[in-house]
């Protein structure tokens, strides 16, 4: 198959796969683990040859930055305890659990081959965890530290994969020696990160162009982990680290027309990257079963068994010996549906994949990697279990525990509301005081603002369904103008100019109501 080819191909599938999530409403990270596993079914297709490198420095970079872009710095702050038990303490519990399991399992694999599979499968995976957890009414703080665990757990995973790994091409590992090139490569990633996003903060306020600043954005996590890689730092780390300290900083540094246009093309590209991984071990999949012809299918089977059991009753036994531990202090432990729901939402993703297919080819004796294929199948099928199994279980567990987001939020929104409401009231009055602006020009623009605030301030118990009316009515009215604006469009009245800068404010009204 051509590059061109392949490349319409991959385009394709995605389309395809993207189109099926929505159509029977799936998260999207479920029906891309389904679709890929069943290309590995389908005869013919090509068996792709890449650098393994080069394909986790194409896609981990961005995943892991968007995520950490859009994590609450003040949220993560706040439950920073739990969130480092389980991102670091719990990582390192599944690393060993799980590669003590598989070394039971196969007694002649060497302990470093099966950390390094325990390293893959630890960290549950942050666009997994939003996607899935982002359809579904959980509390808060539940989702706060599942999204903050997922984001730092994976940096923590993939450093322990790297040391691993070393060990493996080089049959020599110390303990001593890992641990401390453990903190210093994680503490200088973290330090080299800030440092970089720093240095695009302050870029960033002399660009002035939309386009330019998005590009400059999508260089950042690539400049922070090739940049951190050089020097022998925690590449992901420096990601993670340049994230946060830029998202800190967005809001006032990032225009509206920057933030719209952000954001469509970052979603656009962690969905295809995320295509691509799934979409490649689909497409390898057939050829590493035929390479397990070795393995009997049910020692294949016990095997994956086990190791996704492990992975999954290690995560409850963690979770809720981190909850059990605050009660020796005094304080209270959370309530115990979200402990289970904590529990149950350890879902792999595309980190686990392309760790996985990162594995080198050879060893530096010039050996093949030991048993490869097998960490590969292995660690698909615990993204499948993980990913398929309990985040579709998610939605009927949530109603049964009786979860649902507090209040709280919703109070915050409508405080923040208000507030930005008396602050543009009192700045049309200012402005008008001293510009001397048209008294009824002025008291249009004022009842626009008195009618926002009066439509985002409930008063009474008639007022949802009176705003899902107000709601219904703008969208009519909002239509309307579409269909008009399509008519004079048609009968050549305006040009095609005019016509995409009017059907963008009409889009950006709807999408609001």
């Not at 389309?15 to 069943?38: D, K, Q």
């Not at 730092?152 to 322990?160: E, F, H, R, T």
């Not at 800190?248 to 933030?259: E, N």
């Not at 402990?339 to 010039?366: D, K, N, Y």
């Amino acid at each position: 198959m051509a590059p061109l080819q392949l490349l319409l191909f991959l385009l394709l599938c995605a389309l395809a796969l993207g189109w099926l999530s929505r159509r029977i409403n799936l998260p999207y990270p479920i029906a891309l683990v389904i679709g890929g596993s069943l290309l590995g079914f389908v005869p013919g297709l090509p068996q792709l040859q890449f650098d393994p490198q080069l394909l986790l420095v194409l896609v981990l970079p961005p995943i892991l930055y968007q995520a950490a872009l859009l994590t609450s710095w003040r949220d993560f702050k706040a439950n920073l305890r739990p969130i480092g038990f389980l991102a670091i303490g719990l990582v390192i519990v599944t690393t060993l659990a799980v590669g003590a399991a598989l070394k039971l399992l196969f007694p002649e694999m060497p302990w470093a081959v099966a950390f390094v599979f325990g390293a893959i499968v630890s960290p549950p995976d942050a666009v997994a965890a939003t996607a899935v957890l982002s359809r579904y009414n959980i509390p808060h703080r539940v989702g706060v530290v599942l999204e903050g665990e997922s984001l730092v757990n994976d940096a923590s995973g993939l450093v322990l994969y790297k040391f691993a790994v070393a060990a493996v091409l080089t049959s020599a590992f110390s303990l001593a020696d890992a641990s401390v090139q453990f903190l210093l490569v994680a503490a200088g990633g973290t330090a080299f990160g800030m440092i970089i996003a720093w240095v695009f903060v302050r870029l960033h306020r002399h660009i002035g162009d939309p386009f330019i600043e998005v590009l400059v954005s999508m260089s950042i996590p690539y400049a922070a982990y090739v940049a951190a890689e050089s020097v022998h730092l925690s590449g992901v780390l420096a990601v993670v680290a340049a994230g946060l300290f830029r998202g800190r900083y967005a809001p006032q540094m990032v225009s509206a027309q920057m933030r719209i246009l952000a954001r469509s093309v970052w979603n656009i590209l962690v969905f295809l990257l995320n295509s691509m991984i799934f979409i490649l071990i689909g497409l390898q999949l057939s050829g590493i079963v035929a390479r397990l012809g070795n393995y009997a299918a049910d020692q294949l089977a016990l095997v994956s068994l086990c190791v996704s059991a492990v992975a999954i009753l290690v995560r409850f036994l963690w979770v809720y010996l981190a909850a059990w531990l605050p009660r020796l202090a005094g304080a209270s432990p959370p309530p115990p549906g979200h402990q289970f729901i904590v529990s149950w939402c350890g879902m792999r993703g595309i980190v686990s994949l392309a760790a996985a297919l990162a594995l080198p080819l050879e060893t530096h004796a010039g050996e093949g990697f030991p048993y490869r294929d097998l960490l590969i199948f292995l660690t698909f099928v615990v993204i499948f279990a993980t990913l398929v199994g309990q985040g579709l279980t998610l939605a009927p567990l949530i109603r049964r525990l009786g979860l649902g987001s507090e209040a709280g939020l919703r109070d915050e929104q409508m405080r923040a509301r208000s507030d930005m409401g008396r602050a543009a009231l009192e700045a049309i009055d200012s402005y008008v005081a001293q510009q001397g602006v048209a008294a009824g020009l002025a008291a249009r623009v004022r009842a626009e603002f008195a009618e926002k605030i009066a439509r985002d301030t409930p008063s009474g118990p008639a007022m949802p369904e009176e705003a899902e009316a107000a709601r219904q009515l703008r969208i009519a009215a909002i239509r309307a103008e579409r269909a008009e604006l399509i008519r004079v469009w048609q009968s050549n009245q305006i040009s095609d100019d005019v016509l995409h800068h009017l059907e963008e404010e009409l889009d950006y009204q709807e999408s609001r109501l």
